[in-house]
């Protein structure tokens, strides 16, 4: 079984794979049918975000005479996911993937949520925002990857999955999100993006004009590498609790999508090892594995595998 899942990896362009690399790097060992499901959500998921942070990047807020028509695209998008029983040529490709993979629509309600607070806010006053936020932002896009990866197929279509799936997605989901808001900083900020909390940054004597200057000039201060050991040992419980919730949900899911959920987890710890709160700078350059360095990740990760 590892010979097929290593013919399947040298087939993957490392190089060429930008959005939502990881998630789609582990479901690229799923069947073909699911492969196009995550493609599918995570396209429409992706293209409200962009639609977002891209103005954002360059107007750094959203002016109040725009926020309407934002907020009236998101309730559109949403909409469309909706009407699932009457597919049109705009939102057929959406509709049919959600009523085909029976997939719920409490993950796409709370994804829209986020995105309505991203077009109302700059940046999050608390960790505890910050961490509501990522229900919508990671955890949903997240219980679809874990929904998908726990169907069980027969001759009637897709059956949805026996084990809570929102519990389960969500040690891996903040693990990974905290893990990219660290490893996107430098990139974050060249785009007038901040997911930092203000209140752990006061803590820390830190500035948005600080982060700004930071990110710029390619080095932090240590005020900054004591907010990242506070928010490193944070994800470290989700990396831990992720652990455990394989464990729980392994006997229910079929072995490449056990092998998917190990891949996904492993290409966020690879970032988590990268962090140096001793002397890192955390630009784009330290902290992003090479496409070289994450295939190999990927081929260990199927030796290692164990059914």
């Given at each position: 079984m590892n010979e097929q899942y290593l013919s399947i990896l040298n087939n993957i362009d490392f190089t060429r794979v930008i959005d939502h690399p990881n998630i789609l790097i582990a479901a690229a060992f799923w069947d073909e049918d699911r492969y196009r499901a995550a493609r599918t959500c995570y396209k429409y998921m992706r293209t409200i975000d962009d639609m977002i942070d891209c103005h954002k990047s360059v107007h750094r807020v959203i002016a109040d005479h725009d926020k309407q028509q934002f907020r009236d695209t998101v309730k559109a998008w949403i909409t469309m996911a909706y009407?699932?029983?009457?597919?049109?040529?705009?939102?057929?490709?959406?509709?049919?993937?959600?009523?085909?993979?029976?997939?719920?629509?409490?993950?796409?309600?709370?994804?829209?949520?986020?995105?309505?607070?991203?077009?109302?806010?700059?940046?999050?006053?608390?960790?505890?925002?910050?961490?509501?936020?990522?229900?919508?932002?990671?955890?949903?896009?997240?219980?679809?990857?874990?929904?998908?990866?726990?169907?069980?197929?027969?001759?009637?279509?897709?059956?949805?999955?026996?084990?809570?799936?929102?519990?389960?997605?969500?040690?891996?989901?903040?693990?990974?999100?905290?893990?990219?808001?660290?490893?996107?900083?430098q990139k974050d900020q060249q785009n007038n993006l901040n997911y930092f909390a203000g209140d752990k940054m006061a803590r820390y004597g830190l500035t948005s004009g600080d982060l700004s200057t930071m990110a710029r000039n390619g080095k932090v201060s240590e005020g900054f590498r004591n907010m990242i050991r506070e928010y490193m040992i944070v994800a470290d419980g989700y990396r831990q609790a992720t652990y455990k919730v394989i464990q729980d949900i392994w006997p229910m899911l079929e072995p490449r999508y056990r092998l998917s959920l190990k891949i996904i987890f492993n290409l966020y710890l690879m970032v988590f090892e990268r962090f140096d709160t001793t002397q890192g700078n955390f630009n784009m350059e330290e902290v992003n594995p090479t496409p070289a360095e994450i295939r190999e990740r990927v081929r260990k990760t199927i030796i290692d595998f164990r059914k």
């Open positions: 009407n699932t029983t009457n597919s049109t040529q705009d939102n057929h490709e959406l509709a049919e993937t959600i009523r085909n993979f029976r997939i719920p629509l409490w993950p796409l309600e709370a994804f829209a949520d986020s995105m309505m607070f991203d077009i109302d806010h700059t940046g999050f006053r608390t960790l505890v925002e910050f961490m509501r936020y990522s229900e919508g932002a990671s955890v949903a896009p997240a219980s679809i990857f874990v929904h998908l990866s726990g169907l069980t197929k027969s001759s009637e279509g897709y059956a949805p999955p026996s084990f809570d799936v929102k519990a389960a997605a969500t040690p891996c989901a903040m693990f990974s999100y905290l893990v990219h808001v660290i490893r996107d900083f």
